[in-house]
């Protein structure tokens, strides 16, 4: 393996019109290391996200994935995104397609595999996130913990080098968050590298290897997830998990 | 226990009665009803057609009437069977005045609009009309429809000039009015060198007002998906290009349907403008058949030529998107 980190970013700055999202962000995470981020809402962690592969275009500073810059407007940011998984807060499926259709897009058109060889693959990812007797069906079908389990098996097909999750489990009932949360578990056992916006603090203490703190666009306090979570240094990590608890 | 049903049934009447505003109790309404016929009646007189002041006071009574029974309508609690009394009693009445005091001539109704005695050839003539009506509507909708998905997809895609010279063809066709355009092309512009035969000038007057309408039905359709959608297609490595054709078209094209059949069925309807500019089609045939037979039938026909071409397709339509509508709770 390579000595670069997986993903790095470097002064990152957001403006949505004169507003000032995010204040210089540094991030750095190794190979299969999972990143969580925390904060209230507004307080820039999703827009960092978007920004690591680009579905938000950040306004200054770098974001490195796998030591080659991708902010450079002359990388192909298809293939950078290829490379990148990601999953949204409210599944994103396909509606008009099956869970096998959805799963499969990506392998037809942008790595251009033939068909049967991209639906066998999908198969075998369904399958690997626990829905081998769904395949298909359409999105309204299943339930919300299978559709956000259809996603991670949409972002999981393309071999990605990393895993992007925008609060994955904020959009489900109760009773659906532990399946999503086993998956993503699984994953990171593996060895995947993930950044994750999420307050699943059980969850989070488990997989996280780094808990990174945003408070107004800014990165307040950043540490292993134990340390963070049990002895907060800053003052707002404190009163946002006393908020969380 | 001691109650009969009868006696349990008149009970309640006694006391839902006990509770209605004066107006709403039968009595006067049904007295009302009677006495708005009777002086309805005793303003017209027997035949003839009605002085001024006859027929104003014959409006404003007619008025009258229709608010009482719209006050008898709006009661939930009467029964059906009145209800329907009152409806139709208006309605009777209404073509009634129209029947009696209108003016028509109905002895001459079926002598000259339904003359079949004179209408051999005429039937040829519809024959041949339809078909020009059905060239000219299929064609204009077919390049209406590539012009308007282009520029509708086009629109959606932010550059300011595209959307200023869009923005211009949509506004400047959708308030022309067709037969303007359809004038304009055939007659005018000859005039500055361009000589367009009479068939695809209308075929050209169609389709620029109907591609204006149908950019807005695409563009807004394309503006109905939700940027998720987008953004996940985007997130998985697809370029604008593949994101549009495989994800925002297809889901777009599913909303687009009721709106865009409806433009299509008026896109037939409206081929018969072409008649002010000589184009062979139904309703000019049915014009020259009038001329040659010198009976209004064939004009008269020609309408239930167009309904029974139109009502079918308005039908399927709307099957059509009762499928759709089944298809996406699925």
């Known amino acids: ?245 | 226990m001691h109650m009969t049903n009868l006696q349990t049934t008149f009970h309640q009447w006694r006391k839902r009665w006990a509770y209605q505003p004066w107006f709403r109790r039968y009595e006067w309404l049904v007295l009302g009803l009677a006495m708005w016929i009777g002086v309805a009646l005793l303003f017209l007189p027997p035949f003839g057609r009605p002085t001024p002041l006859g027929a104003a006071s014959v409006i404003a009574w007619y008025l009258a009437g229709f608010t009482m029974a719209g006050v008898l309508l709006s009661d939930r609690e009467k029964p059906i069977l009145l209800k329907r009394a009152t409806s139709l009693s208006v309605i009777v009445l209404f073509f009634g005045l129209f029947y009696r005091y209108s003016g028509t001539r109905w002895d001459r109704v079926q002598s000259q609009f339904f003359d079949f005695s004179r209408m051999d050839g005429v039937w040829e003539m519809y024959a041949q009309g339809l078909l020009v009506t059905l060239q000219v509507a299929i064609v204009a909708a077919v390049l209406s429809t590539i012009f308007g998905l282009t520029f509708g997809i086009l629109r959606t895609l932010g550059n300011p000039v595209v959307n200023l010279f869009l923005g211009l063809h949509v506004d400047f066709f959708r308030a022309l009015p067709l037969i303007v355009s359809m004038v304009l092309i055939f007659y005018a512009l000859p005039f500055v060198g361009i000589r367009l035969p009479a068939f695809w000038s209308a075929v050209l007057a169609l389709v620029l007002m109907n591609s204006a309408y149908q950019t807005e039905i695409f563009r807004a359709g394309i503006e109905s998906i939700p940027r998720g959608q987008i953004d996940a297609a985007r997130a998985l490595g697809l370029g604008p290009g593949a994101t549009m054709r495989h994800v925002v078209l297809p889901q777009a094209l599913k909303t687009v349907i009721p709106p865009l059949t409806n433009n299509l069925v008026s896109l037939v309807k409206d081929t018969a403008v072409a008649y002010v500019i000589t184009v062979p089609e139904l309703l000019t045939n049915a014009q020259q058949a009038v001329t040659w037979k010198r009976t209004p039938t064939p004009l008269v026909l020609s309408m239930f030529v167009y309904l029974a071409t139109l009502i079918p397709l308005i039908h399927w339509t709307r099957r059509l998107e009762r499928r759709l509508k089944v298809g996406t709770i699925l």
């Open chain 1, 1 to 245: 393996m390579s000595a670069a980190p997986m993903i790095e970013a470097r002064g990152v700055h957001k403006y949505f019109g004169g507003v000032h999202v995010l204040r210089g962000i540094d991030v750095s995470l190794a190979h299969g290391e999972v990143g969580a981020l925390m904060g209230s809402s507004g307080s820039g962690k999703s827009t960092f996200l978007r920004c690591l592969n680009r579905i938000e275009e950040p306004s200054e500073g770098q974001v490195l994935i796998d030591g080659t810059v991708i902010t450079d407007q002359r990388t192909d940011v298809n293939r950078v995104r290829a490379d990148i998984g990601m999953v949204f807060q409210d599944y994103n499926l396909f509606p008009h397609m099956t869970a096998l259709e959805n799963v499969s897009l990506g392998l037809i058109h942008v790595r251009k595999r033939p068909r049967s060889e991209a639906k066998d693959a999908a198969a075998s990812a369904l399958e690997q996130v626990g829905l081998a007797n769904h395949l298909t069906k359409h999105p309204q079908q299943l339930s919300g913990g299978q559709q956000q389990r259809v996603a991670i098996a949409r972002s999981l097909v393309m071999q990605p080098k990393a895993i992007l999750f925008d609060e994955p489990t904020s959009a489900l009932d109760p009773e659906m968050v532990h399946e999503v949360l086993d998956v993503m578990r699984t994953l990171a056992s593996e060895g995947m590298t993930m950044v994750v916006v999420s307050h699943e603090i059980g969850f989070l203490r488990k997989v996280a290897d780094q808990l990174i703190v945003f408070d107004a666009g800014l990165v307040v306090e950043r540490g292993p997830a134990a340390r963070v979570l049990d002895e907060p240094e800053h003052e707002r990590t404190r009163e946002f998990l006393r908020a969380l608890r």
